[in-house]
């Protein structure tokens, strides 16, 4: 998620403070068992997902789950500290307290995003580089190392980072990369890029094109592993709803793309909608939204998805 010029954002990542987590302590925290922290699946309307363990008032956005269920991790912003990545662990049976992930609580970290084989972690920083980029965040990446550790993180470098605004990283199976970045060029302020991943190496970013980038922000790419669809945000295009809108698009035999369409009133309101992504098991769709006044995270049922492909697509 990146902070915008001219829209309101329920919170703020450029922040410089020192934050390390008020941690709730383990003997107060409610036992918690089951999948999803075992909250009662939604259905086709959206709801806050895990009011008061995940969805709290300090501000949280960008939820992913490990392929295996028992990893949760997010964002979580304060109005005086800057944006952490907190991870709750389901170990012996039972989800433990959040807390701020080992790799994460000095700098602004914000956005994670999990490979498939649940073996990495690549998220935005505002971290200082060798670049001493001053201008948004880099994409940097963590590996998992034994006993479920993860390493120091690592700056992805060059030809994805930019001494501009880089962003929001998300995965297909196969590791290409797709993004949004102010640094590559484009068709408006911030666009959605893909980098194919060649032989160990990030290819050279290519624009989406016009069907789904707009001049307009285009940015909150969430790409389906299987790269058949794309989920993102964009603010302020005539048709929305609101500051910020959650489009859609899918992905054709020949590689190009439908245009992208409003995801409609269910999802959309007039607020703001950012940060999609959807479970492991494409089972839910997760998303942020200021509807309540404040950054929550809300799930919905996938079957959403479905309800909006074009004719001809299975």
Same mark, same amino acid.
């Given at each position: 998620m990146t902070m915008l010029k001219n829209i309101k954002y329920p919170v703020l990542i450029f922040l410089t403070c020192s934050f390390l987590g008020t941690l709730v302590a383990q003997d107060s925290f409610p036992e918690i068992k089951g999948p999803y922290l075992g909250q009662k699946p939604p259905g086709m309307i959206p709801e806050i997902f895990a009011p008061g363990i995940v969805s709290t008032e300090k501000g949280e956005?960008?939820?992913?789950?490990?392929?295996?269920?028992?990893?949760?991790?997010?964002?979580?912003?304060?109005?005086?500290?800057?944006?952490?990545?907190?991870v709750m662990i389901n170990k012996d049976g039972k989800w433990h307290p959040p807390q701020v992930a080992s790799f994460s609580g000095q700098y602004s970290d914000m956005d994670p995003s999990?490979? =498939?084989?649940?073996?990495?972690?690549?998220?935005?920083?505002?971290?200082?580089?060798?670049?001493?980029?001053?201008?948004?965040?880099?994409?940097?990446?963590?590996?998992?190392?034994?006993?479920?550790? &993860?390493?120091?993180?690592?700056?992805?470098?060059?030809?994805?980072?930019?001494l501009k605004n880089d962003n929001y990283p998300t995965?297909?199976?196969?590791? #290409?990369?797709?993004?949004?970045?102010?640094?590559?060029?484009?068709?408006?302020?911030?666009?959605?890029?893909?980098?194919?991943?060649?032989?160990?190496?990030?290819?050279?970013?290519?624009?989406?094109?016009?069907?789904?980038?707009?001049?307009?922000?285009? *940015?909150?790419?969430?790409? =389906?592993?299987?790269?058949?669809?794309?989920? *993102? %945000?964009?603010?302020?295009?005539?048709?929305? *709803?609101? %500051?910020?809108?959650?489009?859609?698009?899918?992905?054709?035999?020949?590689? #190009? &793309?439908?245009? =992208?369409?409003?995801?409609?009133?269910?999802?959309?309101?007039?607020?703001?909608?950012?940060?999609?992504?959807? %479970?492991?098991?494409g089972m839910h769709l997760f998303f942020t939204s200021g509807r309540s006044g404040n950054g929550d995270i809300y799930w919905v049922d996938a079957r959403i998805i479905d309800q909006l492909k074009p004719k001809g697509f299975k």
């Open positions: 956005l960008n939820i992913i789950i490990s392929p295996d269920g028992n990893e949760i991790y997010f964002s979580r912003s304060r109005s005086s500290s800057p944006t952490v990545i907190m999990m490979s =498939a084989d649940g073996t990495k972690i690549f998220f935005g920083s505002t971290r200082p580089t060798g670049k001493m980029n001053a201008q948004g965040c880099d994409i940097w990446v963590v590996e998992r190392l034994k006993h479920g550790n &993860w390493s120091e993180p690592r700056n992805i470098g060059e030809p994805v980072n930019t995965m297909t199976k196969e590791g #290409s990369l797709y993004f949004q970045s102010k640094g590559h060029g484009g068709k408006g302020g911030l666009d959605i890029f893909r980098s194919e991943f060649r032989n160990g190496r990030y290819a050279k970013p290519e624009n989406l094109g016009t069907t789904i980038n707009s001049e307009y922000n285009d *940015f909150d790419a969430f790409i =389906a592993p299987d790269e058949s669809y794309l989920i *993102f %945000s964009s603010a302020n295009r005539p048709e929305g *709803f609101g %500051s910020g809108d959650l489009y859609i698009s899918f992905r054709k035999k020949d590689g #190009s &793309w439908t245009q =992208a369409q409003n995801m409609g009133e269910t999802i959309n309101t007039s607020s703001i909608e950012y940060c999609p992504k959807v %479970s492991p098991d």
